[in-house]
Structures are given as structure tokens and as C-alpha cells.
């Protein structure tokens, strides 16, 4: 357990000691970047073609990064993270009246927490669904279709479970590989589905629909991966996560996150002027629970040392844009901005990624990004492959993702060096 209570830890890993004789410092490679890509994509091939939280892949992928990091020299914690985890137990169905049954992944997908139920009723379109309102021509029993954006589709759900409807279908422009995983954050009432264009364009106003969506929560523990060096008071910490959607690898997102980090972590080297955390976060994909574990469980005092939060999710997209949060800390952007050699945009993120609780408790926070279901060159999605089992190694753009990572471990030194 590290000093001051903060975290239960498993006492087989957290007190591994590093080698006696840390290896020298390294640069940031384009060969040790796909080198890690390439082990995180294998283990998501030989568990299912998925890496999520709670599965033998997550567990696999933990491992693999407390092993590097040890070898490296760097100082290594499990830190263990209660989460609920939802299941589906047997695969969810959506039929047309005429019979056609529509596809699971190409139609329509089951996002994280939906609720369980199902049965037969009309198509009821209620425009975006994110006011009460919306809802007030649905009759009990009926199937709610909204418009995908304008809120997070939870509220929806919760408006539509309130107008006593069957279920919720949220039909959004997900391009043309298929329906992406999603999360509701919290679980649901009512059973949700997310439906393509192609299957909404079969569901008219009145239409009747059948549907069964089988899902659970459990309780369980996942693990955040901590990793320390050098000495000081002050912290510079980094930040990705480790676990991907269900039923995808998640190369991109976001084991070209952790595989920066990984680099980041050769390339500063076990012994740092400063003091430099690296953080794998767990969970990340169910609602950012392991990095809100962490920041909730570590004392104020502690909180206070960490003088800056970077955060890298999605750094190799194919059609990449590259970006910067433009929401986040203006100094720490400033500085990311000066160790990306080329053009960047700004992006706004709000609170979509681990770098949220940071923000929240007053750390500074800012992060590098390359794009996710979002127009790109050419009008085409900067990664196509976002939330789906596509993500592979094949997804990632690693010239794109040299440089981002560069520029991570360059803006580290910076806040590493400041006093």
C-alpha cells in the first residue's frame, strides 16, 4: 500500500522491486511504439478480439504493462478499483414486423448499462429525446426512436422510461463499418439500442418492432496500472487508458495511448531530474471509473503536489487530424503546442476523457488527440474504426503517432524541469 492509505493494492505486484540498475535512458522510437501496439493487438486476438474491462484480455494487457514499466526500472502499483460491470448474456434481437431481423454491429448495438426487457410495439419518433416534452405523444408500450446527439443518451433513455416506453432506439450516422460500442455512464431503466441509418430508414412512424435485449451488472474490481520516478514533492503525471469498448481490440483506442506512455517511460528514464507519474487507467470505457477512483481516493494533499495532468487517448487515428484540448490549461497547451513540430487544432473534450477528474479537482489538464467518428481529410472519419472490432493494428497511423508521442515526452521534460 503506498503511503498514506490512498489505495488497496494487490501485495504480490505493488511492492515488485525494479531492476538494481535502471537501463540508460532511451528516445521515443517508431519501432518500440509498434512493438507495444503489436503485444496489445496480439492479446486482444487471443481473448475474444477484445481488451475491456473485466475480461481476460484487460487482465492480460495489465500485466503486460506492469512487466514493461518494471523493466524499464520504473516504481510499480496495482491499484485496485471497485466498478459495476455489465454483461449481456445472451446476444440482443430487433425484428421488424415484416420478419426482417436486422444485424447486431452492421443495424444496431447495445450500448454499456441498457436495461433488460424487450418485447413487440410502434415506432414513436420523439426528435432529439432530450426534453420531457419530446416524449409527450408516446403511448405506454410504444418504442421510442430519437435522434443520437443534442444530450447524452442516458437522459434520453431516462425521459422515455418515464413516458412508460417499451425501449429506446437512438439512431445516430455511425459510417459505413458498423455500429459503435457506447456507454450510458449509468444504467438504464429500459432496454437501449443504437440503430444506423440503414435500419432507421426500415423503422417508420408506427411501425411495429420486436426486440430483446438481455443484459446484467455485476460487481467486480478492475486494476489502474500506477507508475513512479525520480524524487520530489512535485508530480508531472501522464495519463491513458488501458481497457478498450467490448468486441473491439482498441489499438487505437487506446493502446496507442499506452504504448506512448510506455515510451514515455524508456525515454525519461528511471532516475528524472523531477519526479514523473504515469497513470494506466482501468475502466475508462464503463464512465471513467478508474481514474475517478484515483482521484477521489487520494488525499488533498497529495492531489495539491501534482503540478500537471497530461492526456493521450487516441493519438494514431488513420485519418488523423492532430489536436490539442482547447478547453484544457492555456499554459499547458502552450507548451504542447511548442513540442508538436506541425499543425494542430484545437479540440474541445469537455469531460469525455480521464483527464476529467483531474479537471474537476482543480489539477491543470490539458492532452494531445488525432480524431475518433469525427470528418477528417477528404470528409472522411478521422478513425472509421472508432468503437469497433476493426481497431486494429492496422488502424493506427503510426507516423502520426511518432510524433505525438514525441511531443508527449517533450512536454513531460518541460513540466518536469519547471521548479
Not at 460491470?85 to 436486422?102: F, G, I, K, N, Q
Not at 475518433?372 to 503510426?398: F, I, M, Q
Request: proline share 7%; net charge positive.
Amino acid at each position: 500500500m503506498l503511503a498514506g492509505g490512498w489505495c488497496a493494492c494487490s501485495s504480490e505486484d505493488a511492492h515488485a522491486p525494479p531492476p538494481d540498475e535502471p537501463p540508460a535512458p532511451r528516445p521515443v522510437t517508431a519501432r518500440g511504439l509498434t512493438e507495444h501496439l503489436r503485444a496489445l493487438d496480439t492479446i486482444a486476438r487471443e481473448n475474444g478480439g477484445q481488451r475491456a474491462t473485466g475480461t481476460p484480455g484487460y487482465d492480460a494487457s495489465v500485466r503486460y504493462v506492469a512487466a514493461r514499466l518494471r523493466e524499464s526500472g520504473w516504481r510499480v502499483t496495482l491499484q485496485q478499483v471497485p466498478l459495476r460491470v455489465p454483461s449481456e448474456r445472451s446476444p440482443a434481437r430487433l425484428s421488424l414486423a415484416s420478419r426482417d431481423r436486422l444485424k447486431p454491429l452492421t443495424d444496431f448495438r447495445v450500448p454499456t448499462y441498457s436495461g433488460a426487457g424487450g418485447g413487440r410495439g410502434s415506432v414513436s419518433r420523439v426528435g432529439s429525446g432530450c426534453a420531457r416534452s419530446d416524449y409527450g405523444a408516446v403511448e405506454r408500450g410504444a418504442v421510442a426512436l430519437a435522434d443520437a446527439g443534442g444530450c447524452l443518451i442516458f437522459e434520453k433513455a431516462r425521459n422515455a422510461a418515464r413516458a412508460g416506453a417499451l425501449a429506446l432506439l437512438a439512431a445516430g450516422e455511425w459510417g459505413p463499418r458498423g455500429v459503435p460500442s457506447a456507454t450510458l455512464v449509468s444504467p438504464a431503466r429500459l432496454p437501449v439500442l443504437l440503430v444506423g441509418r440503414r435500419a432507421e430508414r426500415a423503422l417508420a412512424e408506427g411501425s411495429e418492432v420486436s426486440l430483446r435485449v438481455d443484459t446484467e451488472v455485476s460487481r467486480a474490481t478492475t486494476q489502474n496500472v500506477i507508475a513512479d520516478a525520480g524524487k520530489g514533492d512535485r508530480v508531472a503525471m501522464a495519463g491513458a487508458h488501458v481497457d478498450s469498448v467490448p468486441d473491439g481490440p482498441g489499438i487505437n483506442d487506446n493502446a496507442s495511448g499506452v504504448a506512448t506512455l510506455l515510451e514515455a517511460a524508456d525515454a525519461l528514464g528511471a532516475r528524472p531530474k523531477g519526479r514523473v507519474r504515469l497513470a494506466f487507467w482501468g475502466a475508462e470505457e464503463l464512465g471513467l471509473v478508474g481514474s475517478r477512483h484515483y482521484v477521489h481516493a487520494l488525499p488533498r494533499e497529495k492531489l495539491r503536489r501534482i503540478a500537471a495532468y497530461i492526456n493521450l487517448d487516441m493519438v494514431g487515428s488513420p485519418n488523423a487530424v492532430p489536436a490539442i484540448y482547447s478547453d484544457g490549461d492555456r499554459r499547458l497547451g502552450r507548451l504542447l503546442r511548442e513540442a508538436h513540430p506541425g499543425r494542430e487544432t484545437g479540440v474541445a473534450v469537455d469531460g469525455a476523457s480521464d483527464h476529467a477528474p483531474f479537471a474537476d479537482s482543480g489539477i491543470p489538464v490539458n492532452g494531445l488527440y488525432t480524431g475518433s467518428s469525427e470528418r477528417g481529410p477528404g470528409g472522411r472519419p478521422r478513425d472509421p474504426c472508432y468503437h469497433l472490432p476493426c481497431d486494429t493494428l492496422a488502424n493506427v497511423d503510426r507516423r502520426v503517432l511518432l510524433g505525438m508521442a514525441r511531443a508527449a515526452v517533450r512536454a513531460l521534460r518541460e513540466v518536469e524541469d519547471e521548479p
